[in-house]
């Protein structure tokens, strides 16, 4: 695990080294305020284990407090049911997916434990720090989450900004990274609309890394700046297709 982040109590600690075999690669986050923890995006039940195992050694177990996720895709919530049973945390979902969550085990036990996130986003207390959940709908999921870490100035974005072969944790040459991100950006999301929203949104942030849950992080104004223009002006989705689908023959 890699610490993004160390200072007066507070810290941002990342792993992207999990995924195995034909599985996407995915990035799972640790924040940690005064001893407190928020999970974000943990993954499928492949990674479980391991990550239970990486977290214990920065956390104790009754300090996770918080599990987030900031969509429905199985690479972030499959292991619902194994966090909630073995830990007091609550979980965090868009209020969009709560009713189809139970779908992928979740006991009756402990679903009562997921709080729904409203579609104008909420804000999280972990140890005394607030963490924003900030909207970022149809970026890809119609019920869509990003968090905001004040202190690190970390914006974690979920799909938006996923790359694939990457093998840095960091972009290094922006030019040479956009080949990429582009084939997920412009088959995944749906048209440029929420994306011109969201640079809108994102330029009101202080932000230093944006950190995606796969791929590469961007850090630094000047790359988190070439990746909000770049999104802003992207063309995507429908916006790419005809007037019809084709017919099989």
């Known amino acids: 695990m890699l610490e993004l982040y160390s200072d007066n109590g507070h810290k941002s600690i990342f792993s992207n080294d999990l995924s195995v075999?034909?599985?996407?690669e995915a990035n799972q986050h640790i924040?940690?305020?005064?001893?407190?923890?928020?999970?974000l995006d943990p993954g499928g039940h492949k990674i479980y284990t391991r990550l239970f195992s990486q977290l214990a050694d920065h956390l104790t177990i009754s300090g996770l407090k918080h599990i987030f996720f900031?969509?429905?895709?199985?690479d972030i919530i499959a292991?619902?049911?194994?966090?909630l049973m073995v830990t007091d945390a609550t979980a965090l979902l868009s209020a969009l997916w709560m009713r189809f969550i139970p779908h992928f085990g979740v006991?009756?036990?402990?679903?009562?434990?997921?709080?729904?996130?409203?579609?104008?986003?909420?804000?999280?207390?972990?140890?005394g720090v607030n963490l924003k959940l900030i909207p970022a709908h149809f970026l890809h999921s119609p019920g869509n989450f990003q968090l905001y870490d004040p202190l690190s100035k970390i914006l974690y974005t979920g799909d938006l900004g996923a790359s694939l072969g990457t093998t840095d944790p960091f972009v290094k040459d922006f030019d040479a990274h956009i080949p990429a991100m582009e084939g997920f950006h412009r088959r995944y999301l749906p048209s440029s609309r929420p994306l011109k929203m969201w640079a809108k949104t994102a330029r009101q942030l202080d932000i230093e890394i944006i950190a995606p849950q796969h791929g590469a992080m961007m850090a630094g104004k000047e790359n988190v700046e070439r990746f909000i223009s770049w999104i802003e002006?992207?063309?995507?989705?429908?916006?790419?297709?005809?007037?019809s689908f084709p017919i099989p023959e």
């Open 79 to 83: 292991a619902t049911n194994g966090w």
């Open 31 to 39: 924040i940690i305020h005064n001893g407190e923890g928020i999970l």
């Open 70 to 74: 900031s969509h429905q895709d199985p």
């Open 233 to 243: 002006t992207l063309t995507c989705g429908y916006e790419l297709m005809g007037d």
């Open 21 to 24: 075999g034909s599985m996407v």
């Open 107 to 127: 006991d009756e036990l402990v679903v009562g434990r997921i709080t729904p996130i409203p579609d104008e986003g909420m804000v999280v207390n972990v140890g």
